[in-house]
């Protein structure tokens, strides 16, 4: 499942592919993923110009402005195996198994959203009232954004007496950190995956911000160069090859200088987490 670089990866591909273009039409080609895909779309985008592309969690968001109306935004999710593709120039794509969507722009091209396992979601909302929309309302703090301070981020963690590991993917703690990452930053941080998240020191908090920051930047420094556009290959994944520390290694031997353990494998809240007990231990 692509996780906050992956999607962050997508939205900045995304944004320098379609922003500026103008929708001329709407196609809603099989409309059910998670949910249905609004059918008003159809009536509402023609006219509307892209703004620009960003991310919220792990949602892409579209921002379309048009005069004397008031702005969009096209919300997706990619779920298990959603993908975006631009398309077009003079040789319009070929319609494909399983395209749900896509956009026609007024320069001959396309945006094409392509879903096989159909988990993913489009949906929209006055980009004014975004905050306010039920997929945001309860969202956390960006784990990237400045705003969200070490400070700040002890005072969410003291709410919590569940495993630190499960608290990082709570989204309304901190928005799209996910699960690779989570594994991936306590192992940088120091901190045992099962303790107590209002046990975390201020100090260790703010290691734990920094460490979250440095793995989820390094995945989107990797997920960049390995970004390719439809015309050159299969559609904007964002897949990329990270090397991790933790996640998936089980049985190894811990990649830390100076620590003699082995990467282990547990099971926190129903997902997998991959730790070494040897530098991340309950009581530091
Ligand atoms: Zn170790």
Avoid: W
């Avoid at 969202?139 to 969200?148: D, F």
């Amino acid at each position: 499942m692509p996780e906050l670089p992956e999607v962050e990866t997508v939205c900045r591909a995304l944004d320098k592919l379609v922003a500026r273009k103008t929708v001329q039409k709407v196609h809603i080609l099989r409309d059910k993923i998670r949910t249905t895909i609004p059918p008003a779309l159809k009536k509402l985008l023609p006219g509307y110009k892209i703004k620009d592309v960003e991310r919220r969690a792990k949602y892409i968001l579209i921002n379309l402005t048009r005069a004397k109306s008031p702005s969009l935004t096209l919300i997706a999710h990619l779920g298990m195996s959603g993908q975006f593709a631009v398309a077009g120039g003079q040789k319009p794509r070929l319609r494909e198994k399983h395209d749900h969507f896509m956009l026609d722009f007024t320069d001959g091209t396309q945006l094409v959203y392509n879903d096989p396992r159909r988990f993913g979601l489009i949906e929209y909302a006055p980009t004014e009232q975004l905050g306010m929309h039920k997929l945001f309302k309860d969202t956390g703090p960006e784990p990237l954004e400045k705003t969200l301070t070490a400070k700040n981020f002890y005072a969410r963690l003291q709410k919590s007496r569940a495993p630190i590991k499960s608290v990082l993917l709570d989204q309304k703690v901190i928005a799209g950190v996910g699960n690779i990452y989570a594994s991936e930053a306590l192992f940088l941080a120091c901190l045992h995956p099962q303790m107590s998240a209002a046990k975390i020191t201020p100090a260790k908090a703010a290691e734990l911000l920094a460490a979250i920051r440095l793995v989820l930047k390094a995945a989107i420094k990797s997920g960049g160069s390995t970004l390719r556009n439809y015309k050159s290959a299969d559609g904007i994944t964002g897949l990329f090859q990270h090397r991790f520390k933790a996640y998936d290694r089980e049985g190894t031997p811990c990649p830390l200088k100076n620590c003699k353990g082995e990467i282990q494998k547990i099971v926190i809240a129903g997902r997998s987490t991959f730790f070494c007990p040897q530098h991340q231990k309950k009581s530091c």
